[in-house]
T-cell receptor, first 114, second 111 residues
Framework: SQTIHQWPATLVQPVGSPLSLECTVE??????LYWYRQAAGRGLQLLFY??????ISSEVPQNLSASRPQDRQFILSSKKLLLSDSGFYLC?????????????FGSGTQLSVL | GENVEQHPSTLSVQEGDSAVIKCTYS??????FPWYKQELGKGPQLIID?????GEKKDQRIAVTLNKTAKHFSLHITETQPEDSAVYFC??????????FGTGTRLLVSP
């Protein structure tokens, strides 16, 4: 069966510090990978998606970037965190296009920028 | 782009009652409508989904209905239980890779 791992679960970072969140999927090959952000009490905002290695699409201009160095690894990064980057970050995957395949989420990372 | 509105934002029911959450979408090209349940501190879990060629789908105590003409879809939970308490999100898929989510409904089921 397929599983998605996301870490760390909780992270507290000072403003201006770098960020690296990692996500891996097991049990499948060539998944479509996604990063979402959920602000407190808000919905889920799509940040990035990837259909293959080094193929990243950005949905919103921001302080964050994403990379996919391996087929089942997706990394969310920032060089300098802002207060507004605080939120609950979720990695997710599908077998194919999100319109055709079910989207499965990881357990999330709660990021607090102080 | 697609816009998904979800109501109500909070819903309180007594155990055993039914709960209904409604969503509207704007893009008539959307053809896939999943519902997710999110418990505190966890990632959302898919609980049921429906495609635009179907009007209704049931899975035990939960059901989803879709009205393409009016561009709205609803989640129905019957015989609610305390463990149904969570935040529920609807979503619509207007494009190749994207799901657009509603803002969520906090459901509280009181014993």
């Amino acid at each position: 069966s397929q599983t998605i791992h996301q870490w760390p679960a909780t992270l507290v970072q000072p403003v201006g510090s770098p960020l690296s969140l990692e996500c891996t999927v097991e049990g499948t090959s060539n998944p479509n990978l996604y990063w979402y952000r959920q602000a407190a009490g808000r919905g889920l905002q799509l940040l990035f998606y990837s259909i293959g290695i080094d193929q990243i699409s950005s949905e919103v201009p921001q302080n964050l970037s994403a990379s996919r160095p391996q087929d089942r690894q997706f990394i969310l990064s920032s060089k300098k965190l802002l207060l507004s980057d605080s939120g609950f970050y979720l990695c997710a995957w599908t077998r194919g296009p999100a319109t055709n395949e079910k989207l499965f989420f990881g357990s999330g990372t709660q990021l607090s920028v102080l | 782009g697609e816009n998904v509105e979800q109501h109500p934002s909070t819903l309180s029911v007594q155990e055993g009652d039914s709960a209904v959450i409604k969503c509207t979408y704007s893009d008539s090209a959307s053809n896939y409508f999943p519902w997710y349940k999110q418990e505190l501190g966890k990632g959302p879990q898919l609980i049921i989904d429906i495609r635009s060629n179907v009007g209704e789908k049931k899975d035990q105590r939960i059901a989803v209905t879709l009205n393409k003409t009016a561009k709205h879809f609803s989640l129905h939970i019957t015989e609610t239980q305390p463990e149904d308490s969570a935040v529920y999100f609807c979503a619509a898929a207007p494009g190749f890779q994207k799901l657009v989510f509603g803002t969520g409904t906090r459901l509280l089921v009181s014993p």
